[in-house]
């Protein structure tokens, strides 16, 4: 465990802390939602625009990173507006209102996701990097389950008193917030670079990216288009019958494995390969969505949230190493936040496109449309991408 350096430990404790206050409010946000008004498309329309706001922020963010060559500065912002931005749910139940917490949440998202990731790639080396961000999603994740069973917990007590916990959630953020304080940049001297950063500057870099990066990310964007939302699948549960606690557990039973996978999955994807625990990882995401189509008891759905959390084990961080290994050190912050930016407008479109979906044609049209899509991907992976090297 030498790898596990100071930043690195400190950064997955903030993860960790940052989506115990997150999970407490995401397995009821759709339900949420919905008793306050919000009917299934203009939940995938918010769920669409909040994370379009990301990206375009992790895009320019990222490249005003590289640019200053600073990090912390980026994260502690980001985690500062995430955390504030879940009391503001609880104050009133306007639709604008609501759309604009929803934002500033992923704003902060944005804001610091890039640096994040460049920080953990700056302390591995490519041989490495899966093991990293394995590590760094499994602390991340066990949020995932802490939260929600912290709110499983509250509401068992307090059924129906959503509002509350939006207030409680922000305790894990203020220490979040003031762990980023005690992350400190390598090397804090700016480029001699002084050139102005606009907003888009970083599609500048899509241009001039290597070939194979250009490639990879753009089978990555593919999936993202038919990769909506987990709200969608919470929401399937629910219709299907289950109630409140069983949802939430769910939840947390798939966040668990996912945290348990993660790791193990990342070391081993360091030994025999990125793209093959990569595609592993999303064939599994097929059979989920295939399986989504056919209505099931609680048993049904806890095996397709047990291979959902394997899948996500399998490719979320995965896929940000990869990526990391595939470019120059100096733009890993401009790489990630550029393919994230696209990926979060792809992520909006998603989610619009499979709400509009369900509410046209139903639930399993919709998720037997995006199984097809994603089959097609790990085609176009299979055969047209390389498996990365480790010995830079």
Known sequence: MKFLTRTIWILSFISLLTDIASEMLYPIMPIYLKTIGFS??????????????????????????????????????????????????????????????????????????????????????????????????????????????LALLYLYFYPGRYRMLFLLAF??????????????????????????????????????????????????????????SDVFLLLKVKQAGLNDVSTIGVYIF????????????????DRIGLKK???????????????????????WYGLLFLLYGLYAGATEGISKAWISNITEKGNTTTAIGTFTAFQSICTMLASALTGWLWFRFGAGTAFLITAMMAFAVVLYILFAIPEPRNDK
Not at 202 to 228: D, Q
């Open 40 to 149: 299934v498309l203009l939940i995938g329309i918010l769920e669409g625009l909040a994370e379009a706001t990301a990206g375009l922020s992790k895009g320019y963010f990222g490249n005003l990173s590289d640019h200053l060559n600073k990090r912390a500065p980026f994260v502690r912002l980001g985690y500062t507006l995430s955390a504030f931005s879940k009391p503001m749910m609880a104050l009133t139940v306007y639709p604008l209102w609501i759309f604009l917490a929803r934002t500033a949440d992923r704003l902060g998202k944005g804001i610091r996701t890039g640096a994040r990731d460049a920080m953990l790639s700056d302390e591995a080396t490519p041989a490495t990097k899966g093991r990293v961000f394995g590590f760094h999603r499994s602390m991340d994740t066990l949020g995932a389950v802490l939260g929600p069973t």
């Open 171 to 228: 305790l894990p953020g203020m220490l979040a917030i003031s762990l980023s304080f005690c992350l400190k940049d390598r090397n804090a001297q700016p480029k001699e670079k002084k050139s102005t950063v606009s907003f888009f500057s970083f599609l500048h870099y899509w241009k001039n990216s290597p070939v194979i990066y250009r490639k990879l990310v753009a089978g990555l964007l593919i999936f993202t288009l038919c990769n909506s």
């Open 254 to 269: 798939y966040n668990l494995v996912y945290a348990i996978a993660a790791f193990p999955l990342g070391v081993l994807a």
């Open 277 to 299: 625990i990569f595609l592993a990882g999303l064939l599994l995401f097929v059979m989920v969505y295939i399986g989504m189509t056919a209505i099931g008891s609680w048993y």
